[in-house]
């Protein structure tokens, strides 16, 4: 019996967001609790992980939230979903460029999976790093939240509309294989459903309830301490109802109902939706930009150039590429999306602008 069957051993039926937490994260044999998915050896690449100068332009980004912040003695950086490490030493780096916001930050890493908190606290090894597993934990502010690529992590809902009835997405088990059913949705989340328009539009009905709930945390501190959020993800901007979950192993597509637990399997982020929880949630987000709008915002092309003076010609191609892929619209450029959250009374807005 494969390790699958573990997982989802005397189980029936569940719903598909807590079959993904299962698959995912489930303690012994979840995706992210096995192995580190990232880089060529890995299952996928993330932006981090393509170059240095992406995690550079975020610091940037926070060293000038700080001085808008007026300069706190003591601002709460928290990086969601961590992954490899790759984004957080390049901060610490990064920011002993600019010591004064060296000296006020204290960064703390919130990260589900125990095999990439194990490598993270290896690799990041600072007085200026904590870990918290519990978001409600952090007492003071002004915080930053960054998550990159944390969100399309998170387990989704799904839903289809027939004939005006509302159905849920449900796992079945039969033979140590499953089998995708829908079953009539209950009330509380047929009106959740509508209360953020999302039953207008005929198709595949997504729902991150708990995104929305890692989010609810997220804005209650915000509104209390002052600070902001800011995500990168790939995404869309339509107003349409699709199914986005997807997953990949070494690279490569891969059915969701295969290899489970060796998998990654993700979703595209609604981004209007998001900016309307951020919005019932008391917080003003900015326009939603793409990724290769907020690095060119951020200079990173500046930055390139200034890399370029003391690289030889192929260290030059290497750059080129890598940036490309971060910008291109074709590439990363514009699949990916860039959303700001921030307290009412903040009015920062630096690249969205
Ligand atoms: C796709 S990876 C992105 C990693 C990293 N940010 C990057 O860009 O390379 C998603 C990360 O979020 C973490 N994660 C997912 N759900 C989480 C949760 N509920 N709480 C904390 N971390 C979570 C995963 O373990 C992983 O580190």
């Not at 992406?54 to 610091?59: K, L, N, Q, S, Y």
């Not at 005929?202 to 209390?224: A, Q």
Request: aromatic share 12%.
């Amino acid at each position: 019996m494969g390790k699958i069957d573990k997982i989802f051993l005397n189980s029936k039926i569940m719903s598909l967001d807590l079959f993904l937490e299962k698959t995912l994260y489930d303690k012994k044999f979840g995706y992210y609790q096995k192995k580190n998915p990232f880089g060529k050896t890995g299952d996928f690449v993330t932006a981090p992980n393509i170059s240095n100068i992406f995690c550079e332009m975020i610091t940037v980004w926070v060293v000038s939230f700080w001085e808008n912040l007026k300069k706190p003695k003591r601002l709460n950086f928290v990086e969601l979903g961590p992954g490899n490490g790759d984004f957080c030493e390049i901060l610490i780096k990064t920011l002993k460029n600019f010591p004064e916001v060296y000296d006020s930050i204290n960064i703390i890493l919130y990260e589900k999976s125990y095999i990439l908190k194990k490598i993270q606290k290896k690799r990041l090894v600072s007085e200026k790093v904590s870990w918290v597993d519990n978001l409600k934990n952090i007492k003071s502010g002004p915080i930053i939240f960054f998550g990159n690529e944390f969100l399309d992590a998170l387990p989704i809902k799904q839903f289809k509309k027939i004939n005006n009835n509302i159905f849920e997405k449900y796992a079945n088990f039969k033979n140590g294989k499953v089998e995708f059913v829908y079953k009539k949705a209950v009330k509380k989340q047929i009106a959740k459903l509508r209360s953020y328009g999302l039953l207008k539009n005929e198709g595949v009905i997504e729902y991150p309830e708990y995104g929305f709930k890692e989010l609810n945390i997220i804005c209650k501190k915000i509104n209390k301490l002052n600070g902001g959020a800011l995500f990168i993800d790939y995404g869309y901007e339509l107003k349409k109802n699709i199914d986005t979950l997807q997953s990949v192993i070494k690279h490569n597509y891969n059915k969701i109902d295969q290899n489970i637990g060796n998998a990654d399997i993700t979703s595209l982020i609604n981004f209007p939706l998001y900016k309307q929880y951020f919005n019932v949630n008391n917080l003003n987000v900015e326009n939603i930009i793409t990724q290769s709008q907020f690095l060119q915002k951020m200079g990173i092309i500046e930055r390139a150039n200034i890399l370029r003076k003391k690289m030889n010609l192929s260290e030059k191609t290497n750059l080129n590429q890598r940036i490309k892929r971060l910008i291109h619209p074709k590439m990363m450029g514009e699949n990916f999306k860039v959303i700001f959250a921030k307290n009412k009374k903040c009015d920062f807005s630096l690249a969205f602008k």
